[in-house]
């Protein structure tokens, strides 16, 4: 069955510049979530969407980024004003749902965003 | 508040030697774990999961982990490392009252032939 997946997979942009970042989750899975991998780093949550709730956005880390989440299905990452600093793969997740004992999440392949 | 740990950076083995790749977590409560793996390029890929039950837990491409409650770990581990096991793993946890996933910062497994 198709996987979690992630447009564009690649982006260069110049510093100030908008970007929108696009996630298809995986089919039936209510809970989608979008984190940042920076060099070396490990993950950062940035914001999480479960069902009808309001999202979780105490992992974005500045008021440029912002997510939604149309349908309860495609969700769309979108950085303003782009730093240099917001060079990083963005990977989103998707799973079943929060509320599910030992709930999975599964990853798409990543978009990596360059920002001259 | 929920963390993980994965004190190595990275795990160099001979390719048909057992590997052992560890993390250790704190966590409110009974705890999820969970055991990915990142190829170059590539997204995570999920290897495993600790629900509940059965200590010794079994995954995907020949790999296991141990939950062990008195250490507080969840240690991966392959009898027989292959080179092409050569990646980034990562650890991460869930308590059972939070709808947040902890991941540690990652191991690089170097498998030589």
């Known amino acids: 069955g198709a996987g979690v997946s992630q447009s564009p997979s690649n982006k260069v942009t110049e510093k100030g510049k908008d970007v929108e970042l696009r996630c298809d989750p995986i089919s039936g899975h209510t809970a989608l979530y979008w984190y940042r991998q920076s060099l070396g780093q490990g993950l950062e949550f940035l914001i999480y969407f479960q069902g009808n709730s309001a999202p979780d956005k105490s992992g974005l880390p500045s008021d440029r980024f912002s997510a939604e989440r149309t349908g309860g299905s495609v969700s769309t990452l979108t950085i303003q004003r782009t730093q240099q600093e917001d060079s990083a793969v963005y990977l989103c997740a998707s799973s079943l749902g929060v509320l599910v004992a030992g709930d999975t999440q599964y990853f798409g392949p990543g978009t990596r965003l360059t920002v001259l | 508040a929920q963390s993980v740990a994965q004190p190595e950076d990275q795990v160099n083995v001979a390719e048909g030697n057992p590997l052992t790749v560890k993390c250790t977590y704190s966590v409110s409560g009974n705890p999820y774990l969970f055991w990915y793996v990142q190829y170059p390029n590539r997204g995570l890929q999920f290897l495993l999961k600790?629900?509940?039950?059965?200590?010794l837990v079994k995954g995907s491409y020949g790999f296991e982990a141990e939950f062990n409650k008195s250490q507080t770990s969840f240690h991966l581990k392959k009898p027989s490392a292959l080179v092409s096991d050569s990646a980034l793993y990562f650890c991460a946890v869930r308590g059972q009252d939070t709808d947040k996933l902890i991941f540690g910062t990652g191991t690089r497994l170097q498998v030589f032939p």
């Open positions: 600790y629900i509940t039950g059965d200590n």
